[in-house]
């Protein structure tokens, strides 16, 4: 089957580095995201990776390992805002894409 | 631009009533598709298209239809509502021009339903 293992909560502190895990079994890759949710809203796209490495966007960077079947997603200079839920989602050889149950980021002043 | 929109917000249904989802975007986004997310879950396709008039299934279709007359809309049919239909609803749209742009959906803000 298919899936996407992230931890269902993460608690910080303002101003740290915080790092989401996901790992991932799917038939077939085509890329993984990362998107943002905060209560109550709609998911919006954070970053892409299609190859291994690090894809950096601001205070966001984004790594993968496709041998590993894992993602992590790092936010840096935590800010009360970014209290949210984060979901990772891959690209499967369906064309379509599996998402994760999303990490729920908890920010402490 | 408005982006992806969806009417209505919220909605309340008896077992067994009939209802649309709307769906609209306004960037000339071929693929457009429809989730729903329950709490502890990642979202699940329910029904997607990759153009007017090509619609397919989904991983969880059953008891809901759609239809896609034009690029611009797509909207949700419940067919005769059940309790297990109550969830939060998503449309999304994105290019079809390969790599990053095909990932990128954009989320309609979401229609909450709750099925009595």
């Known amino acids: 089957g298919q899936s996407l293992e992230q931890p269902s909560e993460v608690t910080a502190v303002e101003g740290a580095i915080v790092q989401i895990n996901c790992t991932y079994q799917t038939s077939g890759f085509y890329g993984l995201s990362w998107y943002q949710q905060h209560d109550g809203g709609a998911p919006t796209f954070l970053s892409y990776?299609?190859l291994d490495g690090l894809e950096e966007t601001g205070r966001f960077s984004s790594f993968l390992s496709r041998s590993k079947g894992y993602s992590y997603l790092l936010l840096k200079e935590l800010q009360m805002k970014d209290s949210a839920s984060y979901l990772c989602?891959?690209?499967?050889?369906?064309?379509?894409?599996?998402w994760g149950a999303g990490t729920k980021l908890i920010i402490k002043p | 631009n408005a982006g992806v929109t969806q009417t209505p917000k919220f909605q309340v249904l008896k077992t067994g009533q009939s209802m649309t989802l709307q769906c609209a975007q306004d960037m000339n986004h071929e693929y457009m598709s429809w989730y729903r997310q329950d709490p502890g879950m990642g979202l699940r396709l329910i029904h997607y298209?990759?153009?007017?008039?090509?619609?397919d299934q989904g991983e969880v279709p059953n008891g809901y239809n759609v239809s896609r007359s034009t690029t611009e809309d797509f909207p949700l049919r419940l067919l005769s509502a059940a309790p297990s239909q109550t969830s939060v609803y998503f449309c999304?749209?994105?290019?079809?021009?390969?790599?990053?742009?095909?990932?990128?959906?954009?989320f309609g803000p979401g229609t909450r339903l709750l099925v009595l």
């Open positions: 989602a891959v690209k499967d050889s369906n064309y379509q894409l599996i």
């Open positions: 298209s990759v153009g007017a008039g090509i619609t």
């Open positions: 990776n299609g």
């Open positions: 999304a749209s994105s290019q079809r021009t390969g790599g990053v742009f095909e990932v990128t959906q954009y």
